[in-house]
């Protein structure tokens, strides 16, 4: 039996301004799943591969499933419900499946809306799959399957949560193969993703994955990832690596010895993680720096201590500017992550947040606008307060306002996001940077794609 996995075509910022999506990841590892269980998997990274609606139909078509399994996040929903539409006009019979964040978390939404989704499964997805894949082939019912949201009667039922997997090694190695792999470039490097790890034990109000993938820390040995990034480079030619991980420095001993292995397996890649400030040292950055690392993301989120205690972060402006400066001296290139536009910010607080970003010693920001996404405190703290601005999921961009400020208007939020970019890449230094290091490639593609991201959804405040 066949079936398709599937990422829809929507609008993308990340690849606007790179000209590239990272690999869907999860869709891979699924597709491993289902070809441990005999089935004949296929992935379309529509995303990526640039298809239009009715391409995407031929591909279907052409590939004749029997399962179709679609991912998104949040601001995809409204592409899903089409690819849904469209799974059911070419195979009126084939079981249309639904995984991510958005659907763990709105699984009756989705089923009320979408008459063409027929089971949505919750969180973690592998086992999950190998067993309505057992079903399905011995023509049982998925009344008992763990983990999945479903119609009975007229009814939408939910079934138990499923137990997260304990042994990351017993998953199976995610199907590259079935990925156009040729396609993942950035700067004309080949471009890889590997997951380390699941789970977040911290507890920041705006994110979802301690929900979705538990507050305990689960990893996968450090042969297995190792044998995952000799895979990438050596059957795929990928140079460029990104972790996915959450914090993929919350074991310090362990990405010593990742590390220490890619240097003694002579791997050729340099690659690039996430980190916190408070899980990050010189040692840890000169480890990575000496296996090929060259940036390290920080989850900085504010300057100011009012809004770093309501989002809940854990962490202090002091430890950030100490990481920032430990990664620096270890030749370490650090992007900065900073939000602004929370409910109870006033507009002192998000300019100190544009000015820290200055001051912290960031190679680059990355600046979004606080959004409450399905399933964080934060969207319950906008349900409860009345906050939310639309339901539209597309808006739910983190460059769009969706939430109301108590203090600010949405243009006067937008028009503070605009500044925090102007202020930080057109700092002259770090245009001369840009030039030297880049070619320029901030100035001349990055800040002008994000601009017309920007504009496009400044405009629509005013629709």
Not at 68 to 90: C, H, L, Q, R
Not at 258 to 272: A, T
């Amino acid at each position: 039996m066949r079936i398709l996995f599937i990422t829809p075509p929507t609008p993308s910022v990340v690849k606007e301004v790179l000209g590239s999506g990272g690999p869907p990841l999860g869709l891979a590892y699924l597709a491993a799943t289902a070809r441990e269980e005999g089935w004949e998997p296929g992935i379309i990274d529509a995303l990526t591969e640039g298809l239009s609606l009715r391409e995407l139909e031929r591909r279907i078509s052409g590939f004749d499933p029997d399962v179709v399994g679609i991912t998104a996040t949040t601001s995809m929903m409204p592409d899903v419900y089409e690819v849904a539409k469209i799974v059911k006009g070419v195979n009126e019979g084939a079981l249309v499946l639904l995984g991510g964040p958005h659907a763990t978390f709105m699984a009756h939404e989705i089923l009320r809306e979408c008459p063409h989704v027929d089971l949505v499964v919750r969180g973690e997805g592998e086992e999950t799959l190998r067993e309505i894949l057992g079903k399905l082939e011995k023509g049982h019912s998925f009344r008992d399957v763990l983990g999945v949201t479903y119609r009975e009667g007229g009814l939408i039922k939910d079934n138990p949560p499923r137990p997260l997997i304990r042994d990351l090694d017993a998953l199976p190695h995610p199907e590259y193969d079935l990925l156009p792999m040729e396609k993942y470039v950035v700067n004309g490097v080949r471009f890889g993703a590997v997951m380390t790890s699941r789970g977040c034990p911290y507890n920041c109000v705006f994110c979802s994955s301690s929900l979705q993938f538990g507050k305990g820390w689960r990893s996968h040995s450090v042969d297995r990832v190792i044998d995952e990034l000799k895979i990438l480079s050596e059957e795929f030619g990928v140079k460029e690596v990104e972790f996915l991980d959450d914090t993929f420095t919350l074991n310090p001993k362990r990405v010593e010895e990742i590390s220490k292995r890619v240097v003694e397996e002579k791997l050729d890649i340099s690659w690039s993680a996430s980190s916190r400030v408070n899980t990050f040292n010189y040692q840890i950055g000169c480890s990575m720096r000496r296996a090929g690392a060259h940036t390290v993301y920080f989850g900085i989120e504010s300057g100011s201590d009012r809004t770093l205690k309501f989002i809940e972060k854990g962490i202090s402006r002091m430890q950030s500017m100490e990481a920032v400066k430990a990664a620096k001296r270890a030749g370490l290139r650090v992007l900065g992550s900073f939000v602004m536009g929370f409910p109870y910010e006033t507009e002192d607080e998000i300019r100190e947040t544009i000015s820290f970003a200055n001051r912290v010693g960031v190679d680059l920001a990355q600046f979004t606008i606080a959004t409450p996404y399905p399933g964080t405190r934060l969207w319950e703290i906008a349900l409860e307060k009345n906050l939310l601005l639309t339901r539209n999921w597309r808006k739910f961009t983190t460059v769009d306002v969706v939430m109301k400020n108590i203090y600010l208007t949405p243009q006067m939020i937008k028009k503070l996001f605009l500044w925090a970019y102007l202020t930080f890449y057109l700092h002259p230094r770090r245009v001369i940077e840009d030039v030297i290091r880049n070619r320029g490639f901030i100035l001349r593609r990055a800040i002008p794609a994000a601009f017309k991201f920007v504009k496009r959804s400044i405009l629509s405040l005013w629709e």
